[in-house]
């Protein structure tokens, strides 16, 4: 046998003992246990999960007997303005992440409120302030038409379970309200927590702060007031949903459903069936992701089967809190 063969042959013959070796292994590790993980629910009285399950809570409920003008259902379009503000919280620097980000501005937004002036019906946009002190131009072409609302979506998108800090929680609530209301001109009248994500003190904040309504929670499909602590909060929620948002399909770093004809469908049936019982319907996107080509062309197709459905009140949260906030008496 020459020499060749022979070294073939002893190749073959170590990576065979290798892949058996690293093969055992695994199947040592597989048969250990797995490491013990706390659950500390499972050490509580039933009080004591009482207290943590119903610290914010859905009290009583304000699902109108009628909508508007005769409406059979009350449609909120909104977008979380998040842009790149998600990645600068974190220190997270690389140009893609940033320029997928800034897309929003440069292009999310205009190409939206194109599609919402087609249509002449009014969007909230959920707005951090940093996205809104970065791009200033963007806050002016929402506001030029004059008939959509801006609300908080925190400082700089930040995690607030994360940052779990009472006081630093309320100086960037502050300074994000001090700064939109410089902005806008008035000060905004709804919140939306980052990642809608609360910590154990947003609620109490978000009261305090003097909010009409809050729009962070998935208690319901139809509004309802917050309880804190068991007490009323006064807080009006205007709950959304995962299945009713574009991240969950879109959102993914670096890829996305192969055609926005898959999730359109989803939209346009959560919105039949709040139509048929009369109910609030809140739909949630992001400009740098439904901002895009395609993705504006499967929110078009669904306005537009919305207009074509009938007896649909289009109005910014704002204006379905304070309607709500005067109709609590007539509710079902």
């Known amino acids: 046998m020459s020499s060749r063969p022979k070294s073939i042959l002893r190749t073959l013959v170590l990576c065979t003992a290798a892949f058996a070796i690293a093969t055992v292994g695994r199947e040592r590790v597989s048969a250990q246990p797995p490491a013990a993980r706390p659950l500390p629910g499972t050490r509580l009285s039933l009080d004591e999960l009482k207290k943590q399950m119903f610290h914010v809570s859905a009290g009583r ?42 897309y929003g501005a ?10 919402l ?21 963007m806050i002016k072409d929402i506001l030029s038409k004059g008939r959509h609302e801006i ?29 939109l209301t410089r902005i806008i001109g008035k000060k905004p009248v709804g919140y939306r927590a980052p990642s809608w994500a609360f ?41 959304i949903e995962r299945i009713v948002d574009d991240a ?18 989803v939209f346009r049936s959560e919105f039949d069936v709040a139509w048929d019982e009369g109910g609030l319907y809140v739909l949630t996107m992001h400009p740098h992701t439904t901002g895009h080509r395609s993705r504006v062309a499967g929110l078009d197709k669904l306005l537009t089967h ?10 910014t949260g704002e204006q379905v809190a304070n309607y ?9």
């Open 151 to 179: 609300g908080v979506h925190g400082w700089i998108h930040e995690s607030l379970p994360q940052l779990n800090d009472e006081s630093e929680e309320r100086r960037l609530l502050r300074q994000a309200i001090d700064s």
């Open 61 to 102: 409920r304000l699902k109108p007997k009628a909508w508007p003008d005769g409406a059979k259902v009350a449609v909120v379009i909104s977008f979380d303005v998040d842009n790149a503000t998600s990645a600068l919280s974190r220190g997270d620097l690389g140009s893609e992440v940033l320029s997928r980000g800034e």
């Open 248 to 265: 969950p399909y879109f959102g993914a770093s670096n890829g996305s459903l192969p055609s926005p004809d898959l999730v359109e469908p």
């Open 106 to 115: 440069v292009d999310g937004v205009p190409r939206i409120l194109h599609l």
């Open 117 to 137: 002036d087609t249509h002449n019906i009014p969007a909230s946009f959920y707005i951090p302030a940093v996205s809104a002190e970065l791009h200033p131009q």
């Open 306 to 315: 919305m207009k074509q459905k009938g007896r649909v009140w289009f109005a």
């Open 199 to 239: 910590s154990q003190y947003t609620m109490k904040q978000v009261r305090d702060a003097g909010f009409l309504y809050d729009s962070s929670l998935m208690a319901s499909d139809d509004a309802y007031e917050v309880l804190l602590d068991g007490q009323p909060s006064g807080v009006i929620e205007l709950p």
């Open 324 to 332: 709500l906030k005067k109709n609590a008496g007539a509710t079902n």
